[in-house]
């Protein structure tokens, strides 16, 4: 103990300097969102980095169920295409005419090298960044459903928020009514989301199945995201809060794709238009 403060007395100059020039960098940061831009991206940069040389190890030793997952995948894929690409409703799976919209939607494939599922704000990152064309607010999803939304990105890695996030926002739907409202997470289980906002007069049952809505941007209508468990009204007894299980296991997620959807400009200069 002693001679930790000896080490102290006389270092005390150089802690000092230390000290302050390392409040000095995070005030910087804090203020200059050049600055906290480019300290994010070196932080993804390297976190990456680690983080993927672990999850290559962890894939080898996880080929078999990653296997039975695109076996399944491929299976309904067969499935849709000798029923004349009608989607049953027992097949969940993420199937999307984009051609029905007149918007053309390109999807990338990625692998989720981090995953978290028991914060209050959870954070997913992927092995796809900008040399990849990645950019924010693009959708993410798995064969089974949604999955969340970029959020930051670096060269080769990017961040999403997922849906288990507190501050998510996505439009979604009752699919046989096309009833929509916020679906949310209430940091509550990772395998239950709610929707919230749909109104009264919608016919909810339990069992219903709900999707992304389409009224956004960032994600095509029609993508599967869960089925009703149990609902309630608001206090003012005019909405519906609904508890969705999630047809994504969370706690086990490694196969994704990223959706770009290449209109998405244009269609918000239209609805967002700047004075000039």
């Not at 961040?159 to 439009?171: C, E």
């Amino acid at each position: 103990m002693q001679q930790i403060i000896n080490f102290l007395i006389r270092n005390k100059t150089f802690l000092l300097y230390i000290l302050l020039l390392s409040i000095s960098l995070v005030f910087t940061i804090q203020s200059h969102s050049y600055h906290k831009s480019r300290f994010i991206n070196s932080a993804n940069f390297l976190s990456g980095g680690i983080y993927n040389s672990t999850n290559n190890i962890s894939e080898y030793f996880n080929l078999k169920t990653q296997n039975t997952i695109l076996q399944e995948e491929n299976n309904n894929l067969r499935m849709l295409i000798h029923n004349g690409e009608k989607q049953n409703d027992s097949i969940q799976i993420t199937y999307i005419d984009s051609t029905s919209f007149g918007i053309a939607y390109k999807f990338t494939p990625a692998l989720v090298i981090k995953n978290s599922y028991s914060a209050t704000d959870n954070i997913l990152l992927l092995n796809k960044g900008e040399r990849d064309s990645i950019k924010e607010d693009f959708g993410v999803i798995t064969p089974k459903g949604i999955l969340g939304i970029i959020d930051q990105t670096s060269k080769k890695f990017s961040t999403v928020i997922s849906i288990l996030n507190t501050n998510s926002r996505i439009s979604a739907k009752l699919k046989h009514t096309n009833h929509f409202g916020s679906l949310i997470w209430n940091g509550k289980s990772p395998y239950t989301v709610q929707l919230k906002e749909i109104p009264k007069i919608a016919p909810v049952t339990q069992g219903d199945t709900i999707t992304t809505s389409g009224l956004s941007a960032i994600f095509p209508k029609g993508i599967p995201i869960g089925t009703v468990t149990d609902f309630s009204l608001d206090n003012a007894e005019n909405y519906y809060t609904i508890n969705v299980k999630l047809f994504n296991d969370m706690t086990n997620i490694e196969h994704v794709y990223i959706i770009e959807n290449k209109d998405k400009n244009e269609i918000n200069n239209l609805l967002n238009p700047t004075d000039e």
